[in-house]
């Protein structure tokens, strides 16, 4: 707008404006940016009442009158969720229309800009070749002065490099970034139609700090699942290796059908729905992103679930021989037990993938709760008469109940014990791949 004006504003008075008030117009230009303000400049000029104007011939020989710097701050705490992305692994990069000074300005006061990486402008992003901006594309942390229609071209050159992309955006012009990107957002408050048609997921509060909880409480779900995938495959594995290690050694079944069907309907099911109310890990947004590609049940999973599923075989199948003497029935009520109360320490395993120690036993009452209900429900089978008709069961005493909760007890401490094994185990091996 400079380069319009002729005459400057001052006390009062207008006169010619020389370089040096250009420079001093500059300098302060450049004072507010840094200050996190966006500035618009102020000028006029008198004209005749005409009936026509023709812009361009009326748009020079401007009177500058001053600057005006504007304050659009930081939501709150957004400093705290750029801090949580950078420790989850998630890079953040500013698209703004703001002046680069500004956009910097800001940037340093979230913690966002760091030292090395690259600021340009949508002017440099115009100048610079695919292949340039592919090279680069990974130290670039702010675009200022950009236009909406250079964000599409910014996911490509993110997805060339592999990474799963979420744009925000809230105009027509942003709709094609927004569909070309893995997640696309919307905002909800200042958003246009067009863009939440093509958008994904839609911020309802236009806040950056949403997106962040949103992240975290994905990646518990995810972790919700595979805890109660573990749990429920451990005690497959556990009824499968009691039953066929069994047949190998010439025993009597172990379980009757029936049994088996109540342990899948209830005493183990119960429980597996009480770890969808588990917390979050301290460390769910600690962790790098997963790959989309990977295995949900890695190698590490898999050996856990082995390594649980044969503690509770054998120990079912431990007790099972030790009360072969007391007839079938007393056996079979003993392995039965042993094998849901193997189920009931395993359920309290399975609520972390660190060790114990850093879980409070207390934290999820709903898991509490089917706990207890499935040792009732075992209650009423062992001691209610026709319950034990139809499930082949009979009392058991509170000696019994001792030996099953020893064994059962010593299966959940070898259960934590495997999780150590597993994991030293494996980040060893992977230090060697990567080496």
């Given at each position: 707008?400079?380069?319009?004006?002729?005459?400057?504003f001052?006390?009062?008075k207008?006169?010619?404006?020389?370089?040096?008030?250009?420079?001093?117009?500059?300098?302060?230009?450049?004072?507010?940016?840094?200050?996190?303000?966006?500035?618009?400049?102020?000028?006029?000029?008198?004209?005749?009442r005409?009936?026509n104007?023709?812009?361009s011939?009326?748009?020079n020989?401007?009177?500058?009158?001053?600057?005006?710097?504007?304050?659009?701050?930081?939501?709150?705490?957004?400093?705290?969720?750029?801090?949580?992305?950078?420790?989850?692994?998630i890079?953040?990069?500013?698209?703004?229309?703001?002046h680069?000074?500004?956009?910097?300005?800001?940037?340093?006061?979230?913690?966002?800009?760091?030292e090395?990486?690259?600021?340009?402008?949508?002017?440099?992003?115009?100048?610079?070749?695919?292949?340039?901006?592919?090279?680069?594309?990974?130290?670039?942390?702010?675009?200022a002065?950009?236009?909406?229609?250079?964000?599409?071209?910014?996911?490509?050159?993110?997805q060339?490099?592999g990474?799963?992309?979420?744009?925000?955006?809230?105009?027509v012009?942003?709709?094609?970034?927004?569909?070309?990107?893995?997640?696309?957002?919307?905002m909800?408050i200042?958003?246009?139609?067009?863009?939440?048609?093509?958008?994904?997921?839609?911020?309802?509060?236009?806040?950056?700090?949403t997106i962040?909880?949103?992240?975290?409480?994905?990646r518990?779900i995810?972790?919700k699942?595979?805890?109660?995938?573990?749990?429920?495959?451990?005690?497959?594995?556990?009824e499968?290796?009691?039953v066929?290690?069994?047949?190998?050694?010439?025993?009597?079944?172990?379980?009757?059908?029936?049994?088996?069907?109540?342990?899948?309907?209830?005493t183990?099911g119960?429980?597996?729905?009480?770890?969808?109310s588990?917390?979050?890990?301290?460390?769910?947004?600690?962790r790098?992103?997963?790959?989309?590609k990977?295995?949900?049940?890695?190698?590490?999973?898999?050996?856990?679930?082995?390594?649980?599923g044969?503690?509770?075989?054998?120990?079912?199948?431990?007790?099972?021989?030790?009360?072969?003497?007391k007839g079938?029935?007393y056996?079979?009520?003993?392995?039965?037990t042993?094998?849901?109360?193997?189920?009931?320490?395993?359920?309290?395993?399975?609520?972390?993938?660190?060790?114990?120690?850093?879980?409070?036993?207390?934290?999820?009452?709903?898991l509490l709760?089917?706990?207890?209900?499935?040792?009732t429900?075992?209650f009423l089978?062992?001691?209610?008469?026709?319950?034990?008709?139809?499930?082949?069961?009979?009392?058991?005493?509170?000696?019994?109940?001792?030996?099953?909760?020893?064994?059962s007890?010593?299966?959940?401490?070898?259960?934590?014990?495997?999780?150590?094994?597993?994991?030293?185990?494996?980040?060893?091996?992977?230090?060697?791949?990567?080496?």
């Open positions: 707008m400079l380069k319009l004006c002729d005459r400057i001052i006390d009062g207008i006169r010619k404006i020389t370089k040096k008030d250009i420079d001093e117009v500059l300098r302060q230009n450049n004072m507010f940016a840094e200050e996190s303000l966006r500035v618009i400049g102020l000028a006029f000029r008198d004209l005749p005409l009936k104007y023709d812009v011939s009326v748009e020989k401007l009177i500058f009158v001053g600057l005006v710097g504007m304050i659009d701050p930081p939501r709150e705490h957004v400093d705290q969720a750029i801090k949580q992305c950078a420790e989850a692994g890079r953040v990069i500013m698209i703004t229309g703001d680069p000074t500004t956009a910097k300005a800001i940037a340093r006061k979230i913690g966002l800009l760091k090395g990486e690259i600021v340009l402008t949508g002017a440099d992003l115009e100048k610079m070749s695919d292949e340039q901006l592919d090279s680069q594309i990974e130290n670039i942390r702010i675009i002065r950009a236009m909406p229609i250079q964000k599409t071209r910014i996911v490509k050159a993110l060339k490099k990474h799963v992309v979420a744009m925000t955006g809230d105009g012009n942003d709709a094609p970034a927004l569909k070309k990107a893995d997640v696309g957002i919307a909800g200042i958003g246009t139609d067009v863009s939440k048609e093509v958008a994904k997921a839609i911020l309802v509060d236009d806040n950056f700090n962040v909880n949103a992240i975290a409480e994905g518990n995810y972790d699942i595979i805890k109660s995938t573990k749990y429920l495959l451990s005690c497959n594995v556990g499968i290796v009691s066929f290690l069994a047949i190998l050694l010439k025993f009597p079944l172990p379980l009757i059908p029936l049994q088996i069907l109540l342990m899948n309907l209830l183990d119960i429980p597996a729905l009480g770890l969808g588990e917390n979050a890990e301290d460390d769910v947004m600690k790098p992103p997963r790959d989309p990977e295995n949900p049940i890695r190698r590490e999973m898999f050996m856990l679930i082995l390594f649980f044969f503690a509770m075989g054998l120990g079912t199948l431990f007790v099972f021989a030790m009360y072969q003497d079938l029935s056996s079979q009520t003993m392995a039965f042993t094998l849901v109360m193997f189920e009931m320490f395993a359920v309290m395993s399975a609520r972390s993938f660190a060790g114990f120690k850093k879980i409070n036993p207390f934290s999820n009452m709903w709760l089917g706990i207890m209900t499935s040792i429900l075992q089978v062992i001691y209610i008469e026709p319950l034990q008709k139809i499930f082949g069961t009979v009392p058991i005493t509170l000696t019994d109940w001792l030996i099953i909760l020893g064994v007890s010593f299966g959940f401490i070898f259960m934590e014990m495997s999780k150590f094994f597993v994991k030293e185990h494996f980040e060893k091996r992977d230090m060697i791949i990567k080496a």
